[in-house]
């Protein structure tokens, strides 16, 4: 803590995605009163940077959406009350169907304190295995990989070897909009070193590959065929490092003896990626005489049916090269969450035991059972996340508790999800957050505390443990998540190992595990981090991990491997032979399109967070499909056009977005307008729960649907001081304004009365003024109490265009002046060409008229846009976009 001029700082943790930002929050030193949350400038992971997600963390901490009070059975009752029923429940299901009948399904989310909790009671103390992780979907393949070839799941790069690469392939990976602050450093690494080339592999022309040196748009899950094919290529053109090979890895002829037979030339790995021989010839010479390569990958490879086998493709490429362990030299896992990474640590996935340790090994199984003095330790694998789920279905898993994660958003086959929910004989769901699409389906739900609120530990991708500071005091009825567990654990009989009063005690026994009966066999070791006190534990710095002592000063480890020594029985690295397997499945006359799926650029999961955020609302603030020109034509399609999106399994509805980028034949939709913000907007509906074999991760990139356009007979855009609902007969989407709510609307019908119809979604009112147009095609309505603004809705054939800045002032206001109730009702227009203004800089409020108009103006690059716009200059992630609109515009003229 810092204190200076009346200001105390508190450094944290950001709570988006695996980059792991260090944020500073400032409070006033007499009140404790939040200030300001800004990023931190001593955090090695970013420097002082934050993406916009991060940037505005302060406004999400309100507690207008929280639940403050456990419920059972949808009613308020005392937290001794719902603890009772869950322990009686939980120990009644137990005692009648056995220890397997119960589960925990966990979240990234949680601080590595919870999971730890967590994963012992279940694992250690009830004897169930059935403890999974939201992080099964977005990661788990990647620990396949890294098992098979490290004998661990560990990373062994760090950020800094993007500044040293001379070639970085992003395979699957967005990582201007999903790790937004990372991008930025590799384009800064870019600039101070001019010879570093980036190669984006992606069926998608994204923000990031808009700013690649070279962008391979392979066909949808060939990434397994242009890594096989690279090894291949490898034993062919010089590109081995047989030495390498020879000292410190096992398993390599075989493993090249299925790359030559299954991808034996470049004429093959062009046939299976669609790509041009001489872009893929260019990229292997670049791999192969390359020393200092970087191969960063993310959810594009890992959800895939063939996920592991797409990272194992990729580490065979590095260690038959040489190309780790070294500056500048790594394979590279990114990951999605906060505490995905911590997870991992303490054995949070179905498929691990607890600190590295694992269930094919049977004195691992023992070593954990003595350390936790555990008397029902289990001695084998649970049900992953898809199959956990399905065991409710049919009745294997009668009691569940999920924590910080919202399943039926996220799984797929969502609707399967539902009906598991349903037969589960208990649900228990604790979240900070009232309602979710998971809540509903609660017997029991109990009030967590937020990010803000918590106080614990994360790991971040790169294995950096940094501490996650309370920087606001959490509401009176909320408790931590591991309170919660191990409050359970108590009522249970287990109270003796679970014994903790805060959050450091159950750090110092995670960390003490992680070296128990260690004897330098497991990498991941912060053993040394157990004998911290709580002043040192408060005031812990980042550390990555494994974890060293030197003349008393701690010390953490960069990267890994460097001594060509991995976490095997014999030490080597192991090559694991892959074949491509191709698409696990196939469109149809009736399924013509592939559908891909992934993140917006400004929202998180599903916007519990981010959604109340006006300012991350403005750059896509509607579910949108994306599809190329000539789909839409086919399809039938115009701009901003209500769409269907059918599958096999569902139907989602959606805003047609004509993109000359997408790839024809394939449609792209983010994943993050669930029940709370859309009325048919949850894309885990459409997505068959296809998984990988090995992993358990769901493919969620490849599904075959069609595209119709929607019929609508009118469109509205609704402002409102109140949240509103909706029959099944309107089409609407929702997000958060400064002074409110704005609704788009739609309807296949029109009324013969517009306000009897409105009249049944308005909030109160005491005053209106409306005005009609004869033949009913428009409609303009403003309500008042009071005189106060509450609603405007506008109705027209087509899109209306809405002054929503102007609205919302004026909302703001106690009374309105005569001009400015008129002014009200001026304020919406029929938007005949279904284009609005689009916000691309939202650090900077910049829009793509604006950027335009400076291109114009003789601004023709990045540089000089950045100069007279400020666009680019806060977190970056919109410099693919002005790319992209550099690059148009100047066709355009031409």
Known sequence: MNDIANVMDINSTCAYCGVGCGITSKHDINSGELISVGGDVKHPANRGRLCLKGATLGATLNAGKRLQQPMLAGQPVSW????????????????????????????????????????????????????????????????????????????????????????????????????????????????????????????????????????????????????????????????????????????????????????????????????????????????????????????????????????????????????????????????????????????????????????????????????????????????????????????????????????????????????????????????????????????????????????????????????????????????????????????????????????????????????????????????????????????????????????GALSGQQRLFANGRYATANGRARFHPVTPSGLSTATAPQFPLWLNTGRARDQWHSMSRTGQVAQLNQHQPVLQVDLHPFDAKAFGLRQSEWAAISSALGVVHAQANINPNQLQGHVFMPMHWGKQFASRGRVGQLIAARTDAASGQPDYKHTPVNVSPIATLWRASLISREELTFDNTILWFKRHTEAGYHYELAGTSRPNDWLKLAHEWLPPYNDLLQLKICDQSSYRLATYLNDALQAVLVIAPTLPLVNTAMVNILMQQQKLTPQQRLQVLSTGLSNHDGKLEKLICACMRVSASDIVGAIDQGNQDIKSLKKTLGCGTGCGSCLGEVQQLLKSHSVCAV
């Open 80 to 551: 001794d009350h719902a603890m009772d029923h869950v322990a009686t429940q939980f120990q009644r299901i137990i005692d009648t169907h056995g220890p397997q009948s119960v589960a925990f399904y966990l979240s990234g989310q949680l601080l590595t304190e919870d999971y730890y909790v967590a994963n012992k009671l279940m694992k250690g103390f009830i004897g169930s295995p059935n403890v999974d992780t939201n992080s099964r979907l977005c990661m788990s393949s990647s620990v396949i990989g890294h098992q098979r070839a490290f004998g661990e799941d560990t990373v062994p790069g760090c950020y800094d070897d993007l500044e040293h690469a001379d070639l970085v392939l992003l395979v699957g990976s967005n990582m201007a909009w999903t790790h937004p602050i990372l991008h930025q450093r590799l384009l800064k690494a870019r600039e101070s070193n001019p010879s570093l080339k980036i190669v984006v592999l992606d069926p998608r022309s994204t923000a990031t590959a808009q700013l690649a040196d070279v962008h391979l748009p392979i066909a949808p899950d060939s990434d397994t065929s242009f890594f096989v094919g690279l090894l291949a290529y490898m034993a062919s053109n010089n590109g081995l490092d047989h030495g390498f090979i020879a000292d410190h890895c096992q398993g390599f002829d075989a493993s090249l003896k299925v790359a030559q037979s299954s991808c034996p030339d470049i004429a093959s790995v062009a046939k299976a990626c669609n790509l041009p021989i001489t872009q893929i010839t260019q990229v292997f010479d670049w791999f192969c005489q390359t020393s200092k390569v970087v191969s960063v990958f993310s959810q594009g490879v890992n959800q895939s049916t063939s996920g592991s086998d797409k990272v194992s493709a990729i580490i065979n490429c590095h260690l038959a090269s040489g190309k780790i362990g070294k500056p500048g030299a790594t394979p590279f896992s990114i990951t999605g969450q906060p505490n995905a990474m911590g997870g991992r640590e303490v054995g949070g996935l179905a498929n691990q035991l607890a600190a590295h340790m694992d269930y094919e090994k049977p004195q691992d199984i023992d070593r954990v059972r003595r350390f936790w003095q555990a008397p029902n330790i289990v001695n084998g694998a649970g049900l992953k996340a898809v199959d956990l789920f399905s065991a409710m279905g049919d009745g294997r898993i009668k009691a569940v508790w999920i924590m910080a994660t919202n399943p039926v958003f996220s799984l797929p086959d969502s609707h399967q999800v539902e009906k598991a929910l349903q037969q589960c004989e208990l649900v228990v769901v604790s979240d900070c957050v009232a309602t979710t699409d998971t809540t509903a389906f609660a017997h029991v739900q109990l009030p967590a505390s937020g990010w803000g609120e918590k106080d614990g530990t994360v790991t971040n991708s790169e294995r950096m443990i940094s501490r996650q500071r309370s920087i606001i005091t959490q509401p009176s009825g909320c408790r931590h998540d591991w309170q919660m567990v191990v409050d359970l654990a108590h009522r249970l009989g287990y109270a003796n190992a679970f014994d903790y009063q805060s959050s450091a005690d159950i750090f110092r026994e995670h960390a003490a595990l992680s070296g128990f009966e260690n004897n330098q066999q497991r990498l991941f070791n912060i053993s040394e981090l157990a004998h911290l006190n709580d002043d040192e534990y408060r005031d812990l710095k980042p550390i990555q991990w494994p974890i060293s002592r030197s003349q």
